[in-house]
């Protein structure tokens, strides 16, 4: 007769916390370990330290770590010219929106950022959520009128006054 001591495969515990929950599993030791998927808008995660395939003799902790994704914000200049060159930003990173570096076009002068139908001004901040695209928004100059008097040195009819645009020759 031989006998022979079976012992149970330990259990030890796995912890997982992703930032927002935590989850503990109990695992057998030298079983295969699943991790769970991580998922988070605008961010890819990973799991440290890495996961080892079996479990091992002991309590296991992992923890996530999120890196946020990275968006590009583009300058249009709407009729203006020159060229402003494209920003990387993190996602949900506050963003100051710069000056126009822009020509305007004739008559015109900048008037903020128009970013999907809504304008800003210059120095504002945005969340960064995506991909952004900033046109540039232009408003048009009123004209500089002057006033031109005439004198007919005593002649007849005295003509009335008129305001006509500060460039315009007379």
Do not use: C
Request: no cysteine.
């Amino acid at each position: 007769l031989t006998v022979t001591a079976r012992w149970p495969p330990k259990t030890y515990t796995v912890t997982w916390i992703d930032g927002e929950s935590e989850t503990t599993n109990a695992v057998t030791y030298g079983s295969d370990i699943s991790e769970p998927s991580l998922s988070k808008e605008g961010y890819t995660g990973k799991w440290l330290p890495a996961v080892p395939e079996k479990m091992p003799a002991k309590n296991v902790t992992f923890n996530a770590l999120w890196t946020p994704g990275t968006h590009t914000v583009t300058f249009e200049n709407n009729t203006g010219s020159g060229i402003m060159n494209p920003v990387k930003v993190s996602y949900d990173e506050k963003y100051i929106l710069p000056a126009s570096t822009f020509t305007a076009p004739d008559s015109y002068t900048f008037n903020g950022w128009n970013i999907s139908g809504t304008v800003y001004q210059a120095g504002a901040n945005i969340t960064i959520k995506g991909d952004v695209t900033a046109k540039a928004e232009w408003k048009a100059v009123a004209a500089e009128n002057v006033t031109v008097h005439f004198n007919t040195d005593g002649g007849y009819p005295i003509p009335e006054s008129v305001e006509i645009p500060k460039d315009n020759a007379v």
